[in-house]
Every structure is written in C-alpha cells, then in structure tokens.
C-alpha cells in the first residue's frame, strides 16, 4: 500500500447544469461519479473508456484544476484536496499534464523555448535557464535551433514533444498524459510513444496515461482501467486485462477495435453494443452498463454492482454480477 | 463502374501550387468496397472531392486525367449534370456529422429535401420514403425522431442520418471519408456493420477513406495506399496486408500498435514528417523516411508498376531485393528488442 | 497587418489628415480667426475654397483646424476606454468572483445609449474638451469591458491557458503573457471603431450646445453655428459635414479592415479534432 504514488478514493466530480429563467440549478452533470484508483510508483495505469466517459475531468481534477464533489486524493499517501494555495504550488511541481490537442495547447505567441522554460520560471529556476530548456529539447527530440521557432512553425507530433517537454521541466513524479497521441497520425504515433516509453525509464516518472484506444494502452500499460459514465467498470493488471477481460463493456471494446489483419477480421465474431452512451446528467438506474449490455438480468436495472475482486485476485477488479468467464467466452465466440 | 485514369489535382495557394493529388489511376467496380488508406495530408479527401467535383475552383485544378463514371467523364461535365450525378449516382458521406446537417432545420426536413432534389415524388411519399431509410439505417422510432433537430442526436445517430441522406437517391456508389474518425470505437462498429448490410442489400460499390489500418482490412477488397497524393500501393486486401512489398506501406504496418502485440514492445516508428507538397523531395518523394532508400532512391522516381496479377508497387527495390532487406531489419529490431 | 492595400490606404490617410491639421498654421493662407465683415457668407471662391461664414472667417481654414479637437478628442477617448476597457475586461473574464460584480455594472450602464450617458454626464460636469473626453470614455468602455470579457472567456477555455495553469505559472504572468496577447485583434479593432464613434459624438454634443465651448472651432459647433444659414450659405454646413463624413469613414474602413486580416480563418487554419480535418461541407 505505502508504494501508492497516487491514490484516488471515492471520487466524484458533478457539474451543475443551470437553467430557466432564474439559472436554478437543474440537474448535475455526473462527469465521475465514484472512482477508486491507486497508481503506483514507476507504473503506467492505462485509462481508456468512451468519449463522454469522464476521462478528463477525472485528469483535471488530478492535477487540481477542479475542486471535486467529494471523495479523497492522496499524492505520497497524503491528501492534497485540503492543501492551501502555496502547498498546491509546490505540488504541482510534481503533478503535471499532457494535453490531446497539440494545436491549442501551446500559447500560439510564444517561442518553443519560452513555452518550455515557462514552468521553470515560475518556480524562480532561471539559473542556466537557456541551457536547461536545451536540454529538455535535445531530451524529448527536438533540435537546439527549434528554441526560437512558433508553435505554428512544427508539426503536430513536434508539438506535442514541445507538450512533453514542458511537463517533464520540473521533474515531476507523475505524468497525466490525457490523450496525448489521439490526435497523431499512426506513423508520428509510433514516435511519441517510445518517447514516453524512454523517458519513463530515464526518469523513472509515473504515468496516468488516458486512451480512447485499448490497443495504444496495450502497449505502453501495466494497469488498466475501464471507465464507463463516470466509473470505473474493470481494473486490472494488463496481462490478466488482456487474456481475461471479464466485463462485459470491456469485452465490447476489445471486440469492436479492428484488427490490422484482414484474415483474423474475417473469422472474428464481435459484439456489437446496440444503442449509445447514455448521457451522464441521467445515468440509468443500477448497473449504468445496463442499457447496452447484451447480458443484462432483471436485476441489473435495480442493484448496482460493486468494483469487486474477481475469482479473489486482488489484481483483478470487475464492477458486474455476471462476469464473463472463459466458458461464457467460448459461447460468445462459437 | 468508376474509373479513375491518371488524374492530377492542383491547388494554388500562397505558398505555390500543392500537387494535392499526382497522377492517380484506379477502377471501381459495382458491389465492391475500395479502401484508401494513407497518412494526414496525403491527399485522400481531395482525391474524394476531385470524383465529386466539390473542391472549389478556382483554387482547385484539374490540369490531367479523367474520372469516368459509366462511361462518362466527369472532369467535362456542367455543373448542372453533376448536380444530377452527385446525390443520384453517388452518394457522399464526410468525417464530420456535427458539421455536415443544418443545425436549424429538422431532421426530417433535411432528409425529404434530400429526397425530392433526387426523386420526383410527392412529399406526402418523400417523407415516407424518408421514415423508411431513417429505419434503414438503425434509428429507433423513427417516425418520431423526425421532427427532431440535429443536437438532439448524438454524433453516432447524426452519422446515421449522413449516411440516410446520401443513400436518399439510391446512388450505385457511395463515397465515405473517414466516416467513423470522429466516433467512439463502439460507434465506429455499428456504422462500419450498418455500411456493410446496406452494401449487402443494395449492392452499393463503397469507396472507404480511413487512416485507419484495421477499418481497412475489416472492411475492404481492394486497397489503395497513398503517400503525398500518389498511390504508392495498390492490390487486393491480402496483398497489402500480407503480402505487402513496398516500404511505407511496411513501416506504416509496423507503427501500428496492435491489440494482438506485446506490451511494451518497441513501435518502430517512421521518422520524420510527409514531404511538402509543394516542394516534394527530388527522386522518390518516401526516400527522406524510407529505411529501405538507397543512393539511386534520391534521382529514381519510381512508377507504378505490376508486380503480380492486380498488385502494383511504385518502388525501385525488386521483390527479391525487398525481401532481403525487410528481412535484415526485422532482425536487426529484433535483437535490438532482446 | 498592413497586408491589405484598404489598411494600408486608410492608414496612411489618417496620417494626412493629422500632419495637416499639425502644420494647418505654416501652410493655411489665412488664419482661421481672421475676420473679414466685408466678406460673410461668401460661397466657395479662389480666394475662400470652402467658402466663408457668417463672420467672413474662412471655412476651409475652419474645418482643417477643427479637426484637432475631433481628433484629439477620438483619439484620447479611444486610447483611454480600451485602456479601462481591457482592464476591467481582463479581469471580469479571468476571476469569477469579479466577473459578477463587474458585470451587474457593466449591463446597467449598456442600458443607457452610450450618447444619451454622455449628455447627461457632460450637463453634469460642464462642457470643455476634457470633460467631454471623460464623459465619452466612461460612456464607451462597458462595449470594450464586454468585447475584451467575452475574448478573454473563449481564450481561458483553451488548453494553454489552462497547461499555465498546471505548470504553476502565476496568475498575471497568464493574463499578460498567455491571454493578452491573443485577444489583442478585437481590442485594435474596437479601439478604432470608439476612434470613430467619439468623433461622431463629440460632434453631436457639440452641435446639442452641450460640447466644447462655442468659441474652439470643432465641427459639431461649426455645424451648430451653420444651422440657420443653411439655406443661404449651404456650404457652411456641408464642408465640416463632408470632413466628419470622411474621418469616420476611413475609421470604420480601417477597422474592417483590421478584423479582416486578423481573422483566423483568413489565413486557412485547420479545425482538428482527433487529428483529422473537419469538414464544413453539405451536400445533399
Ligand atoms: N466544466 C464542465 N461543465 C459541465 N459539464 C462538463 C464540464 N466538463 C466536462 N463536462 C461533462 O462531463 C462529461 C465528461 O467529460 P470529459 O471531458 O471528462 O470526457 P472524456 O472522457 O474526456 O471524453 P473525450 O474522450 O471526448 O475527451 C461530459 O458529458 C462533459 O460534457
Ligand atoms: N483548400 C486547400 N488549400 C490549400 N491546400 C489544401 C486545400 N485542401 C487541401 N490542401 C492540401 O492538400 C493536401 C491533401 O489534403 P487532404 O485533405 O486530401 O488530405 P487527407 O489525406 O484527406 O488528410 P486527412 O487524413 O487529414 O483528412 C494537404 O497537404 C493539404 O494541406
Ligand atoms: S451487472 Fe448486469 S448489466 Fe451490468 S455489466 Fe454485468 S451483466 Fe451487464
Ligand atoms: S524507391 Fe527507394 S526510397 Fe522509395 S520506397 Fe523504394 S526503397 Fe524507399
Ligand atoms: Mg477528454
Ligand atoms: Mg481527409
């Protein structure tokens, strides 16, 4: 337990939706709605679910740039959500992020050197600054003589190095890439990953890595989680993730990626989820799942299912009262 | 059906004119699914455009080649013929659903447009006609969600009407940019499994645009892979997937991080970005990224040319000597990996 | 910015008109005091281009020397309500809190029309160029505070403000490095627009009796003076019109100009979600 770089108890975020005439709140949008998760040191937790699914807000709370509903974060096993503001400042040292989009992230009107060197100054670390900022450049791919180009002036996959270099300035402990390749092309993909990959193990930085795309996650992740409106629906080390997917959401996403491999896309049985995304202002009544799962009971509608060890590995949380086992499988896949 | 014959398009901008699209030649035939792959910039959406004459011109020029659709070109139609065509003949489908439906006109109101600019029925029929392709393509009550507006469907079910709305003039071809980039995987499989039964019912040829590998091999028969608007590649799905003999269609293969893979296995990556298309490199345009180039690679620039029955590569290298070189460096990371 | 030759033409004729009216007394034939009782209300002639008035003072020298009030007046309530203006409206867009309090006052001063605030302000305070400049500025900077608001809203929502944020960059390091500068165009814009607007009020009040003393020629009281001849001595009245006419114009060709070429979507920039470009096109 005292590994735990970062612990996530309980946490909700809701958003309040106001309307009418006199702005009442109406409703809360609820963006996570009770999550549990630990990450430990020099460990990737992979996060992937669907557009909608609180991944972000989840993110931006981390980081602190919203105070969450209720629930509980804990960085080195101490709770930050009560920290004043001149603890927060020296704890975002250690916490910071990268962003999906690397058109909007970057200040378009400053020079690629000046957006790296930005979080060391305000931290007062401007001694050397220049030769600093060339090394996080020269540390992430970037040439010394990009320093006084625009944002405008790279490409994308460049941008994001620039977005990866100024997260890693102040020699954080943990990383929260939101997306960080969605935006990429698969071939500039493929760049920035090993990146991530090598400076983890340079630096020994942990990583909160969020994902629409579980065969990204695959690759760079010890430990995924599943969300799905707010919540996490599986969470489990990869390998037991990946050859032993349990909920039934989870095995609907492994099923609907398309494989690059013609032969193996024909003999492929998948499931295919009826319906969408229920909106998260109105989430269905006991398991949220329930309105898509193709194995749905009478009592899913009524009793939510709790994040529960599956077959006593502690390793391996599942969030339903039917989990799909190995003969279940056969079926699907018959 | 549909072919393409040696078709450039350029585009004149600011910074000099973008050969957008260079010398591209394919065939469609009826009932078939050709599949364009190819990276951010590599001209697909502007080849797709050029078929359906939507690039606007001026900037946009077509100094070469021919599209014929049934025998007749294109490229010498009046606008007011390709109105006809457009619609009628081809259906269009584009990556974004947000974008592509009026935001203040209903649903339904669009769709019975859609239906009497092609048809001549009455519009007690067309919007009959309208119910029945809303239910075509999945939505549920559809006569009520009719009188909805865009915002009220999700961007999966706008996609679904996108789709309605260019099947509304029974087109014998439908052409789908990236019609699932901007959904949700879940999403993305219900609209790939609703084109596949539409194709199955009408016999609709589909010439699908992805980025996407695996949306490719799931969906497609033939394939084209194009780099900085040329076809690079072409064969049927197997050959480019399996029997794959030309190294940007290699390395793109080989960048993919697969859900079949091993964690933290090395992506071998293709470094370096897309050539400017207004400049392109001397010789072969792939030779700044290619691990394959050679010295002859920066004067030679390779044609399309057949190397098997319905395969074409436009690469210098010889089978055997692909072979042997994609051999070394697949061993060569493999011991890097060990 | 200066791209565009209408940018460049209205700049460069705003420059004319106020060298002109700098240098008006070395190269004007005659002072525009100088009266000449033998010769009132003379139409345009070789010896009066524009004509004289009704104390045989020569229009032309009139009209050239008025524009430094109007400019001077246009200019300094342009510079010090966009001043306030980004101020309150940086501020109002950054933090909540002030958002609040900023606006409540914000809404009920565009409540009143801007010249009708003006009017009563001046009544209030007394009519002298700088009364009317104050009057003018407070009664322009709400449109500026909700311009520079509304900006600075679309600006904080994008992700660089908020990776300041995370990188622990202080507060006023983001307003003046981050957000600032990248709400500037609408402030440039605006700022000409108010250019022109005060000019055109200060006429107006000047023309009500309410503006600058009667004795500073400016041409709303050249207007005011010229309104009882203006059957017998038109030009009187047209001359000071054209100029106000033209001044305002060329703001007001100025400004779109400006918005034009700072517009975003001129220089073909790409919309991205996901990478992949969005398309705007419908056909059906
Ligand atoms: N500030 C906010 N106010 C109101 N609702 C919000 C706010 N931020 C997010 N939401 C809502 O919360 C839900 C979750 O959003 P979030 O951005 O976290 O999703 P996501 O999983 O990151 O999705 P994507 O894959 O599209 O980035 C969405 O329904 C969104 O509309
Ligand atoms: N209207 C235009 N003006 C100038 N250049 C253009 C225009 N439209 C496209 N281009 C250029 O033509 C080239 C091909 O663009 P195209 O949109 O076809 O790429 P794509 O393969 O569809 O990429 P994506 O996967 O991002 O959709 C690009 O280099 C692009 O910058
Ligand atoms: S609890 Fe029921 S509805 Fe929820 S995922 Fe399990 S089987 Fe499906
Ligand atoms: S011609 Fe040369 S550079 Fe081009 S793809 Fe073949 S080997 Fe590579
Ligand atoms: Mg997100
Ligand atoms: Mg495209």
Redesign the pocket.
């Known amino acids: 337990m005292s590994e735990a770089l970062l612990e996530i108890r309980d946490l909700h975020m809701h ?1 309040p939706i106001k309307g009418g005439v006199f702005q009442k709140t109406k409703k809360h ?1 609820k ?1 996570v709605n009770g999550v549990d998760l630990s990450v430990n040191k020099g460990e990737t937790l992979g996060i992937v ?10 993110a931006r709370t981390i980081v602190g740039l919203q105070k969450p509903t209720s629930g509980d974060i804990l960085f080195e096993g101490k709770s930050i959500l009560h920290y004043s503001h001149k603890e927060m400042h020296q704890l975002r040292r250690n916490i910071q992020m990268v962003y ?1 989009d690397p058109y909007t992230s970057l200040n378009p009107r400053m020079k690629a050197g000046d957006i790296i060197g930005a979080p060391l100054k305000a931290y007062r670390m401007t001694n050397d600054l220049e030769r600093r900022v060339k090394e996080l450049m020269d540390l992430v791919g970037l040439k010394a003589d990009d320093y006084h180009k625009l944002p405008h002036q790279f490409s994308g996959g460049q941008r994001q190095r620039i977005g990866i270099a100024r997260a890693i300035a102040l020699n954080p402990k943990l990383l929260i890439l939101d ?1 960080p390749v969605s935006a990429l092309d698969v071939s500039v993909q493929a760049q920035v990953i090993n990146l991530l990959e090598d400076l983890q193990k340079e630096l020994n930085l942990t990583y909160v890595f969020i994902a ?1 795309d579980l065969s990204v996650i695959k690759h760079i992740a010890d430990k995924v989680g599943v969300m799905y409106l707010g919540k996490v629906m599986e969470i489990s080390d990869s390998e037991s993730f990946y050859n032993d997917a349990s909920h039934p959401y989870t095995n609907a996403l492994l099923s609907a990626i398309p494989l690059p491999d013609p032969e193996k896309e024909k003999m492929r049985k998948r499931i295919v989820l009826s319906g969408e995304l229920p909106s ?1 202002a109105n989430p269905p009544t006991g398991c949220v799942f329930h309105t898509r799962c193709p194995f749905a009971q009478e009592n899913c509608k009524t009793n939510t299912p709790l994040l529960e060890a599956k077959d006593g590995n502690d390793g391996h949380l599942v969030s339903c009262f039917y989990p799909i086992n190995t003969e279940k499988k056969q079926l699907i896949l018959e | 059906m549909l072919e393409v014959k040696n078709l450039k398009t350029q585009i004149d901008t600011s910074e000099g004119i973008v050969q957008a699209v260079d010398g591209v030649s394919f065939t469609v035939r009826a009932g078939e699914t050709l599949g364009i792959v190819g990276e951010s910039g590599s001209g697909k959406s502007v080849l797709a455009n050029s078929i359906m004459q939507l690039n606007p011109n001026p900037p946009t020029f077509y100094p070469e080649g021919e599209i014929l659709f049934e025998g007749s070109n294109l490229l010498k139609l009046s606008e007011k013929q390709l109105r006809k065509i457009r619609g009628n003949e081809i259906g269009m489908i584009f990556q974004d659903p947000m974008s592509s439906l009026n935001p203040v006109f209903k649903v339904g109101a669009q769709l019975v447009e859609a239906i009497l600019t092609h048809q001549k029925m009455s519009r007690k029929n067309a919007k009959a006609r309208a119910i029945e392709l809303l239910k075509d393509v999945g939505i549920p009550d559809a006569e009520s969600r009719m009188d909805d507006y865009p915002h009220h469907f999700s961007g999966g079910m706008r996609q679904r009407v996108l789709i309605a709305i260019a099947l509304a003039g029974n087109p014998k071809l439908l052409i789908a940019d990236e019609p699932t980039t901007a959904l949700d995987v879940t999403i993305q499989a219900q609209i790939l499994e609703l084109m596949k039964g539409i194709q199955e019912k009408y016999g609709t040829a589909i010439i699908l645009i992805s980025h996407d590998l695996g949306v490719i091999s799931q969906m497609a028969e033939k394939v084209l892979v194009m780099y900085s608007g040329r076809i690079v590649e072409k064969g049927s799905v197997n050959d480019i997937f399996y029997r794959t003999s030309m190294p940007y269609t290699w390395s793109l293969l080989r960048s993919l991080p697969r859900l079949d893979g091993v964690a933290h296995e090395r992506l071998i990556s293709i470094e370096g970005q897309p050539p400017n298309l207004v400049s392109p490199p001397k010789g072969c345009n792939f030779h700044p990224r290619c691990p394959f180039a050679t010295e002859k690679c920066l004067e030679i620039d390779p044609e399309l040319m057949p190397r098997k029955e319905g395969h074409w590569v436009a690469c210098i290298l010889t089978e055997q000597e692909f072979e042997a070189e994609k051999e070394r460096l697949e061993s060569a990371d493999r011991e890097g990996v060990l | 910015m200066f791209k565009k030759k209408r940018n460049l033409i209205s700049a460069s004729l705003l420059l004319l008109f106020t060298v002109a009216t700098i240098t008006a007394s070395w190269w004007l034939p005659v002072l525009p005091s100088e009266m000449d009782s033998a010769k009132r209300l003379i139409g345009p002639s070789a010896d009066h281009w524009f004509g004289t008035d009704h104390f045989g003072r020569d229009i032309l020298a009139q009209t050239v020397v008025a524009a430094r009030v109007s400019l001077v007046v246009g200019l300094s309530v342009a510079l010090i309500s966009t001043v306030l203006g980004t101020i309150t409206g940086l501020i109002a867009g950054y933090y909540k809190r002030a958002d609040f309090v900023i606006m409540r006052i914000i809404d009920g001063m565009l409540a009143f029309p801007s010249l009708l605030l003006a009017l009563a302000l001046v009544a209030a305070l007394g009519g002298s160029v700088s009364n009317i400049i104050i009057a003018l500025s407070f009664s322009f900077w709400p449109v500026m505070t909700r311009i520079v608001r509304s900006a600075v809203l679309q600006i904080n929502s994008i992700q660089y403000v908020e990776a300041a944020k995370t990188s622990g960059i202080g507060d006023l390091v983001i307003l003046f490095r981050y957000v600032l500068p990248n709400v500037l165009s609408p402030i440039i814009v605006q700022g000409t627009f108010i250019f022109a607007k005060a000019i055109l009020a200060e006429a107006a009040l000047s023309f009500l009796g309410v503006g600058v003393e009667p004795s500073t020629p400016t041409w709303g009281n050249m207007l005011q003076e010229a309104q009882i001849y203006i059957s017998i001595a038109p030009w009187f009245s047209i001359f000071p019109g054209i100029a106000i006419v033209i001044t305002v114009l060329t703001l007001n060709i100025l400004g779109d100009g400006l918005r034009d070429s700072f517009d975003p979507h001129a220089k073909g920039k790409v919309n991205r979600k996901k990478g992949r470009l969005k398309k705007q096109i419908n056909v059906a």
Not at chain 1, 49 to 58: M, R
């Open positions: 958003f949008v963006a679910g669907e557009s909608g699914c609180g991944k972000s807000t989840l999906q997306e629409h998260p």
